[in-house]
């Protein structure tokens, strides 16, 4: 599969940006998803994480409440909806997924767990 994120953009603080991952091929519904986040200077951070189905997901505690991760099957794409954004939110964002099979419901927190990533879409937020 091959992934498109796009959606990022400035943003001052206190806003919102929604982040879109567009994947290609027919079996989006086979792949857990997840957003990581990378800063300057920093490592790559896993953001949330949404199950093959969509049922069950999780977000790391910095933005727990302010953002959330959705997908929608039949148009191949999820989302990160980011709300109340911070300076410190700003990153640029990755979208990743890995391979499940059916009945799978978990969802993936583990960088090295993913194997397919999109290209990234940096998100600035101004104080």
């Known amino acids: 599969v091959q992934l498109q994120a796009s959606g990022g953009g400035l943003m001052q603080a206190g806003g919102s940006l929604r982040l879109s991952c567009a994947a290609s091929g027919r079996t989006f519904s086979s792949y857990a998803v997840g957003w990581f986040r990378q800063a300057p200077g920093k490592e790559r951070e896993f953001v949330a994480a949404?199950?093959?189905?969509?049922?069950?997901?999780f977000h790391t505690d910095s933005v727990l409440g302010r953002f959330t991760i959705s997908r929608d099957n039949a148009k191949n794409t999820a989302f990160l909806q980011m709300n109340s954004l911070k300076p410190e939110d700003t990153a640029v964002y990755y979208c990743a997924a890995i391979p499940t099979y059916i009945g799978d419901t978990r969802y993936y927190t583990r960088i090295n767990e993913y194997i397919y990533w999109g290209q990234g879409t940096q998100v600035t937020v101004s104080s």
């Open positions: 949404i199950s093959r189905n969509g049922g069950n997901t």
